[in-house]
């Protein structure tokens, strides 16, 4: 287009789909849990590429992107929380849950409370050693819930 305008501006205008879907994850013990494969499994399909975000519904429990090849990455993230953020710290005066309730909440806002990963081909496009974990920082946890927002 031959424009003389001075003020002219490109305008692009792109339909944007967005898919939302609650997640209900299995139960899971006190700790660091891989859990791609059962949020691929719950959500069946992806579009060609885009964006998925998602969101846990819980302020004891947190998500984050890690190493997933070795299990042991698992162990010392909780090794290191536990130091980091010790349940027996006189300090806490949220204590009315349980002993574990501060730090599960201190634990879960360094962990996270939600990650985004590309969609490519059809397929979340994570690194090669990198998968997306659930950190459960109470010892009663409960099963949580995740919304996936799916942009595309």
Known sequence: MDCKCSNFHEIIIFALMIIQKEI????????????TEEI????????????????????????????????????DFEQFF???????WSGYTHTMEGSDDMPAHIKSSLFGSSVSVPITDGQLNLGTWQGIYLGEFRKR???????ATIYS
């Open 82 to 88: 536990d130091y980091l953020v010790p349940e027996a």
């Open 24 to 35: 209900r994850l299995s139960h899971h013990s006190y700790g660091v849990h891989l859990i």
């Open 141 to 147: 946890g409960s099963q949580r819930q995740v919304v």
């Open 40 to 75: 691929t499994r719950q959500l069946s399909r992806f579009p060609k590429d885009g964006i998925l975000h998602l969101f846990i519904k819980h302020t004891s429990a947190g998500l984050t992107i890690n190493e997933n090849a070795d299990p042991s990455v698992r162990h």
